[in-house]
Structure formats: structure tokens, C-alpha cells
């Protein structure tokens, strides 16, 4: 099942939502890359945002994109099944309580997200005054990862992490929207820090930034660059006003380089502001990191990004869809990425926020990192997955191990797939086998003594 963009303008140009593009990019430009890896700019409380998003009068190039109104499937998605948070949805936990944003391509009003579940929280789109309007079909999809509600009709198992939360749609970037001078796209560092601080503004505890801007590290650290010294106070602002911020890893593609572990060359920003985002790598059915993932010190967890099932997105769509259509000839293609593995984690935040408000952005983000299943490395954590595929309902214990002050030890290394033999224990048997040939040295030695005593007694009888 899918949809398709209709033409426009003699050519019809797909979503790119697969593994090349995945997460929107914010537009700007790149410096040389370098492979000196520097820390995140300072602080500058000169570089603030408001309270609205700047808009951009740019032509729509593309027609909206199109439901299929109707399409279902029947299986229950592998992503539901492996992270298993319908559990907790059994134990009254649902996000009732908690508000997501969701700064994206804008939310449709999907039948699937549940009636007045999506708020408006503005737009960067000059001739959209609304959030709630969704173009692309990106953040839809996002929103009903996070909050779809169960299918009524009974047909699928399909449901979001937290499906009573409320989505605040802020529609801060498109792919549609060009600018004909730069060929530019809505959407900038800029307006994504008006969008954090409009999200904190009215109300969100929870905020998806399924989106990124790669640059070299010589950019993402340079101070003079006011995009990022606004983006970066915002969203230490929205921590310290106790949201949590999830952000996507981002896709390899365009200006996003796939980093070597241990030595980035590039950045991703939001990710880039590290003690104040979870950032989020994708991994497939089979638990290995996904191909286009970017990989980086500041990431922190994985979640499922591949062969994704999700809400229609399309304008019109009321079921669920397996693909959408990417690529310039607009060619159907499976629903993955960086984009939609950071969702899943914003819904696990919700969960955790609504079962304990008191606790603040570090300990919801601490919980999460502590309870994935992690990977073998130093202290249990790599570059590529940070500490590993999320647990949700781990993450929700009332208590987990690092909240007791003590130490967590790395856990033994976590894998999925058909090679989860464990290696024989070399040693223990040498050790085994020792102790086993000591017992039979014991009985062999019982029983010599035991005949010969017996041959002497029979000597002594004889010689009476």
C-alpha cells in the first residue's frame, strides 16, 4: 500500500523519506571539512529568538501529497513488536498528560491521531498560516508513530508509543516550498530555534525534531554563526524549562557524511548540542545498525528506522501505508530513516514523563540511555547506536540501576541476529575436567586400597 504525489509543473518529483534523504536538511552553508572535533559554541544570551517563526514566501514547486484512502495492514508492525510498549499502555500509561511537538513538514489531521489530538503551533510557510497542514507527509508520519490511536476497525494492531498525548504541530520546514534565486527550501537553524522556543511557549514537555543541518565541525562550533548560537540557546532554554529534546542521528546523504567513530568530521545540529538532546540512531529488523545512519559521539540510543509501517500521510489518508514514493520519478520505497527511529524514543519520553513528572530532562534522558540493550564497546555504548536499541518498558520501572547512586555495569553485548552463539568457555572446561579427573584418580585409588587390604586378609587366613 502507498501514495504518490500528483504532477506538477510537467514533472513530478517524489518525497525522498528513504534511506538517502530521510531527515529534512536545514539549509545554510558548509565549510571545509576538517577532522578536528571542538565543542559545541558557547553560550550567548545575545542570541535570541521570539516567540513566532519568521516566515518565507517561497512558490510552491510540487503538489500536495495524496492519500489512498482505505489501504490497511493486516500484520502488526515489527517495531511494535520488538520494543513491546503495548505493555505499559495495559498499566494505564498513555501520555494523557503530556504534549509532544513535533517540528517538522506540519501534522494532518489523520482519522488515525485521533479527533482535536493535533494543535496548531504555526508555520514557516508564508502562504500556510497553519500547523496543521502536512505537504510532505513527513511529519504525519512522525506524529502517528508517537500518538496514533489504536485501529478502530480492528484490522491492524497499530498504535502509537503514547497514544493519548496531544501533538503541537509546528511546521517549520518543506521540500515543496522553493525558493526560484537560491533554490533554497523553507526552513533554517534560524527558524528551528523559533520553533523550539515556540514549542516551550506554549506548553510542550516533550519536543521531536526529526530533522538536522549537517556541517563541518569547523561551522557547528564557530561562534560568529548567529543561526547556531540561536539554535543552541533554545534548546538549552527548552531544557532548562524541563522538556526533553529528541532529535534524529540523521541520513548519510548531501552535506550528512558518514563520520568514522571516534573521529567526526561532520556535525548535526540539533544532535551537535549533546547534554541537552537524546539523540537517536536508526537499526533494522535484525538489530544491526541501519546502513545510512550517521554515527557520532553525540549519539545516544537506537530505535527501529527500517521497512516502517505508518499512518497515510497523505492528504485524504485515513488507513495505514508500507511505502511512500521517493526519488525524482516519484518510485514507491520502504519508510525508514533517522527520522522515524527518533519518534519512537519521543514517545517513550512521554511515557516516563506522565508516570514521573517530578523528574527533570537529564534523569528521563539518563533513564532511557541506562536501559537500552548495549552494544559491545567501552562502558557499553559506540558512536553508531550510542548505548544501544531503547527498552521501553525498562525505562519505565520505578526504579532502574542508576538512580541508585551506584555504578551501572556495561551490559554483555546485545545482538539480534542468527550469530548469538555463545563461544564455549575454554577454561571452565580445561578447569571441569581437571577437578573430574581428580575424583577419578580418588576412585581408583579407593579401590586398589580396597583390594589390597582384601589380598592381605586372605594371605592371613591362608597362613593359619
Not at 502488526?76 to 511537538?101: I, R
Request: proline fraction near 7%; charge should be neutral; glycine fraction near 14%.
Amino acid at each position: 500500500m502507498g501514495f504518490k504525489h500528483p504532477r506538477s509543473r510537467g514533472a513530478r518529483r517524489g518525497l525522498a523519506l528513504c534511506a538517502a534523504v530521510g531527515v529534512l536538511g536545514l539549509s545554510g552553508p558548509t565549510a571545509p571539512a576538517i577532522a578536528q572535533q571542538v565543542g559545541p559554541p558557547a553560550l550567548d544570551p545575545s542570541q535570541q529568538t521570539g516567540s513566532s517563526l519568521d516566515t518565507q514566501n517561497y512558490p510552491q514547486k510540487q503538489g500536495c501529497m495524496s492519500g489512498s484512502p482505505g489501504s490497511t495492514i493486516p500484520e502488526k508492525p515489527w517495531s511494535q513488536l520488538v520494543l513491546g510498549y503495548e505493555k505499559a499502555h495495559e498499566l494505564g500509561l498513555t501520555g494523557a498528560s503530556q504534549k509532544v511537538a513535533v517540528i517538522d513538514t506540519g501534522v494532518n489531521n489523520q482519522p488515525l491521531l485521533g479527533a482535536g489530538a493535533v494543535e496548531s503551533g504555526g508555520t514557516s510557510i508564508t502562504a500556510d498560516g497553519r500547523g496543521t497542514q502536512d505537504c510532505d507527509g513527513h511529519g504525519t508520519i512522525v506524529a502517528g508513530i508517537i500518538t496514533a490511536d489504536p485501529d478502530p476497525t480492528g484490522e491492524t494492531g497499530y498504535v502509537g508509543v503514547a497514544p493519548d498525548a496531544r501533538v503541537l504541530s509546528i511546521r517549520q520546514t518543506s521540500n515543496l516550498f522553493v525558493d526560484d534565486g537560491t533554490n533554497s527550501t523553507v526552513g533554517n537553524t534560524e527558524t528551528m530555534a523559533q520553533a523550539i522556543n515556540l514549542a516551550a511557549g506554549r506548553g510542550a514537555t516533550v519536543i521531536n525534531i526529526s530533522q538536522s543541518s549537517c556541517q563541518a565541525i569547523a561551522q557547528a562550533s564557530r561562534y560568529g554563526d548567529a543561526g547556531n548560537q540561536k539554535l543552541h540557546n533554545a534548546v538549552v532554554n527548552a531544557y532548562n524549562q524541563g522538556i526533553v529534546i529528541v532529535a534524529a542521528a540523521g541520513n548519510v546523504g548531501g552535506n550528512c557524511q558518514k563520520n568514522s567513530p571516534g573521529s567526526p568530521s561532520t556535525a548535526v545540529l540539533p544532535a551537535w548540542f549533546d547534554d541537552y538532546v537524546l539523540t537517536v540512531a536508526s537499526v533494522n529488523q535484525e538489530g544491526a545498525p541501519s546502513e545510512f545512519t550517521v554515527p557520532g559521539p553525540w549519539v545516544d540510543v537506537a530505535a527501529p528506522g527500517e521497512n516502517l509501517i505508518a499512518v497515510d500521510p497523505g492528504v485524504g489518508g485515513n488507513g495505514l501505508v508500507s511505502q511512500i514514493s521517493e526519488g525524482q520519478d516519484g518510485q514507491m520505497g520502504p519508510i525508514q530513516g533517522t527520522s522515524f527511529a527518533a519518534p519512537y524514543v519521543s514517545g517513550v519520553a512521554a511515557l516516563i514523563k506522565e508516570k514521573f513528572p517530578t523528574l527533570k530532562p537529564a534523569q528521563v534522558m539518563e533513564r532511557i540511555k541506562t536501559t537500552a540493550l548495549h552494544p559491545g564497546g567501552v562502558n557499553g555504548r559506540n558512536d553508531i547506536v550510542g548505548y544501544g536499541m531503547i527498552d521501553p518498558m525498562a525505562a519505565l520501572q520505578d526504579v532502574v540501576p542508576a538512580e541508585h547512586g551506584k555504578p551501572v555495569p556495561p551490559k554483555k553485548p546485545t545482538r539480534l541476529a542468527a550469530d548469538a552463539l555463545q563461544q564455549k568457555d575454554f577454561p571452565a572446561i580445561i578447569v571441569a575436567i581437571g577437578g573430574a579427573g581428580v575424583g577419578v584418580a580418588g576412585i581408583v585409588f579407593t579401590a586398589f586400597l580396597t583390594n589390597a587390604i582384601r589380598s592381605v586378609r586372605a594371605r592371613a587366613r591362608q597362613n593359619r
